[in-house]
């Protein structure tokens, strides 16, 4: 079984992508980090790799999607309070991404997102299992 988990996202100005989620709180780990790729730390075991398109190209022979006009996957991840959901979420707005749709409260989850600066969509979100509804 995998035990550790690496999303390969294409991004064009990698400097700028890793100043951008520097500025929401992660950290890239140099040891897989050059000038064509950065490494996201997201958790122990879960990896955002930023990789310029260029260096992207190189891993597949589809065209590259271009996550501003359609969407290529969301990326969720969990947060520990609804005002972490909201702080991260705001740091991105400030930091330049787009907010793409309003904040959802499902009593037991509340959920939001934002994109980066390429388009690639983050849907972060807090679940109070305990009030999650049984039917």
Known sequence: MATKVFINLPVKDLTASMNFFTSLGFSFNPQFTDEKAGCMVISDSIYAMMLQEEYFKTFTKKEISDAKKTTEVLI????????EVQQLVEKAKKAGGDIYAEAQDYGWMYQHGFADLDGHQWEIAYMDMSQMPTE
């Open 76 to 83: 969720a991840l969990d947060a520990a309070s609804r005002e």
